[in-house]
């Protein structure tokens, strides 16, 4: 059973307390001192001042983006018809000049 540890925290949380949710306790601090610096550069929610901690909600639509997760089904829809007899090996047909 795995637990969503997003949906236990508060609508604002700090930098420790999103990634104690996201990557576990043992690799949070070198989360927030390294990998949040670099997903600000993506979109990643900044710190709201008058609440002094990141929009959860907005956290998870972040991942849901980031995993490709909002993208749908409609991303593996096929590109066009498919041509499975195209791969069939041919028979080489034999000229004067292989002989």
């Known amino acids: 059973m795995t637990a969503d540890l997003l949906s236990q925290l508060p609508l604002f949380a700090t930098d420790q307390q999103l990634a104690v949710a996201i990557v576990g306790k ?3 601090t070198m989360w ?3 990998v949040i610096p670099q997903l600000e550069r993506k979109g990643f929610p900044r ?5 002094d901690g990141r929009p959860v909600p907005l ?3 972040f991942y849901e983006g980031y995993f490709g997760i909002t993208a749908g089904f409609a991303a593996a829809a096929p590109d066009g018809k498919e041509n499975l007899g195209m791969w069939k090996s041919r028979r080489r047909t034999r000229t004067a000049s292989d002989e």
């Open 26 to 28: 043992d690799r949070a």
């Open 32 to 34: 927030v001192k390294t």
């Open 47 to 51: 710190i709201d001042p008058l609440h």
């Open 59 to 61: 956290v998870r639509k």
